[in-house]
């Protein structure tokens, strides 16, 4: 390790120092070191060994390009133990659009092919950093853009006929577990020393170590998901993407009101 690596790893964050934060990541098996010396992640998202890459969203690649595992997962999650918002975080704010059933959330997935934005879409019902069951983000990179296009899309919302104005839509900015650990995005403070430090190991960032599967099957499987969890919460929406026919056999019932 360097003079200058040991000068940017002894920035401290709610009282311990970012090189200790690794040294512990590294230690507890989540973060490894390779011959070359770049960092990678080791199963970020806690996946079975063999499993494929599914995290409960389908991704479509606009014109948003930040890194994003490097920020959250390594930076945020490992580096920063949670402790501060990444520096390349702070401008990053997504309009979401929050739908009510699969029906709703696949025709937002159409319309999202509609704009420059990068976007996500997934199935949030298992998720506990919020109280929604569907959800689909568009990522942008400052309050006015975000705005321009929360105006663009809610027009495109009020005019799709399985949607309407009654579909809720909101802007955010970051990522949910950022302010759950450090409070309200509006108060967010960055130390200009992260910009350097981001900077630096981001160049020795080799990205994470998970089970590749080509876009177009993931996509596919991640979607087959979506129906067996909108079935489970009984969302019978799903029988639009299973040509109307029930999941699973209905039970036989006995109630005398039947």
Request: net charge positive; aromatic share 10%; hydrophobic share 35%.
């Amino acid at each position: 390790m360097s003079e200058n690596e040991d000068r940017l790893l002894s920035f401290t964050v709610n009282g311990t120092t970012i090189g200790t934060n690794l040294q512990r990541a590294i230690a507890a098996g989540k973060v490894a070191r390779r011959e070359d010396g770049k960092f990678v992640l080791v199963n970020p998202d806690d996946r079975r060994p063999g499993t494929a890459d599914l995290d409960g969203y389908v991704w479509r690649q606009g014109d948003f390009a930040q890194p994003c595992a490097f920020l959250n997962r390594f930076m945020f999650r490992h580096v920063y133990a949670e402790g501060a918002v990444p520096f390349g975080c702070r401008d990053c704010f997504k309009v979401k659009v929050v739908t009510e059933n699969l029906r709703q959330m696949m025709a937002v997935k159409d319309i999202a092919a509609s704009v420059s934005a990068s976007s996500k879409s997934g199935v949030e019902v298992d998720n506990p950093e919020n109280q929604h069951l569907y959800g689909t983000y568009f990522y942008t990179l400052g309050l006015d853009r975000a705005r321009a296009l929360y105006k663009d899309l809610r027009a495109k919302m009020n005019e799709h006929g399985k949607l309407g104005s009654g579909i809720k839509m909101l802007i955010k900015r970051g990522c949910t577990n950022y302010e759950r650990k450090c409070g309200p995005s509006d108060r967010y403070t960055f130390d200009p020393r992260q910009e350097e430090i981001e900077r630096h190991l981001f160049a020795r960032f080799a990205a994470d170590v998970r089970l590749g599967v080509r876009k177009s099957i993931r996509d596919a499987m991640q979607i087959l998901e979506w129906v067996q969890i909108a079935y489970r919460i009984g969302d019978n929406t799903y029988k639009d993407f299973t040509g109307g026919k029930d999941l699973r056999p209905p039970i036989v019932t006995y109630s005398s009101e039947e």
